[in-house]
């Protein structure tokens, strides 16, 4: 059966999955890329980038487990890219180039209707308008019998946990304290969804948790 997971999201230790001040320069906020230093050294980032070379080991078995076995993402706007209100053009078509990393139909969470935008690789932006389980129901319809990752960012988590939607998470802690930022899990209580820990391996460069319903 589909499974909706968030899998490859890394917080702070204080529990916060992107810094202030998100703009062009700073895609994940200030300091955002500290977050996930952990993935971009390993040999499956730096095979996605068409690189050699990269570490191998725990950091690799997550990264490689964060992006295998889905066949539809779902994101934010905000993930997508920093232009807010209406789409100016269609010039815009994600921080990945011309071949996101997604290889599959990845649905973009928006108020502000776009057609698709179909790109190298098998990845195709859908923009879907009217809501978290609209978006939902096209991306478990485009997996078929694979799972559906929901990509982030940290809002759009939220409101997938807060609907009871999420079914499993693996969440990376890097070593990094950013005092404010987007929390992930301010105001949600985690057990009274029927989360609980079912797997933890820690690194140098993180702590790995895995937590399931």
Not at 101 to 110: I, K, R, S
């Given at each position: 059966?589909?499974?909706?997971?968030?899998?490859?999201?890394?917080?702070?230790?204080?529990?916060?999955?992107?810094?202030?001040?998100?703009?062009?320069?700073?895609?994940?906020?200030k300091r955002g890329e500290e977050l996930h230093t952990w993935m971009v050294?390993?040999?499956?980032?730096?095979?996605?980038?068409?690189?050699?070379?990269?570490s191998r080991g725990v950091d690799n078995d997550y990264a490689t487990r964060s992006m295998e076995g889905f066949g539809a993402f779902i994101m934010g706007r905000n993930m997508f890219g920093p232009i807010r209100d209406d789409w100016p053009d269609d010039k815009w078509k994600g921080?990945?180039?011309?071949?996101?990393?997604?290889?599959?139909?990845?649905?973009?969470?928006?108020?502000?209707?776009?057609?698709?935008?179909?790109?190298?690789?098998?990845t195709v932006f859908h923009f879907v308008t009217d809501g978290i389980g609209a978006a939902l129901e096209r991306a478990k319809e485009a997996a078929g019998e694979r799972n559906v990752k929901i990509g982030g960012g940290v809002s759009t988590v939220r409101q997938y946990l807060q609907a009871g939607l999420v079914d499993e998470m693996h969440l990376a802690i890097s070593p990094v304290?950013?005092?404010n930022g987007e929390a992930l899990f301010a105001g949600i209580d985690l057990p009274?969804?029927?989360?609980?820990?079912?797997?933890?391996?820690?690194?140098?460069?993180?702590?790995?948790?895995v937590l399931a319903r």
């Open positions: 059966m589909t499974k909706v997971i968030v899998s490859g999201f890394s917080l702070s230790v204080d529990g916060y999955g992107a810094g202030p001040g998100q703009s062009l320069e700073d895609p994940l906020g050294e390993t040999a499956m980032f730096h095979d996605m980038l068409g690189k050699d070379g990269g921080w990945w180039g011309d071949n996101p990393p997604y290889h599959a139909p990845t649905f973009v969470l928006t108020h502000h209707p776009r057609g698709p935008v179909e790109m190298e690789g098998g304290v950013f005092g009274a969804l029927g989360f609980s820990v079912t797997e933890h391996a820690a690194t140098d460069a993180a702590t790995h948790i």
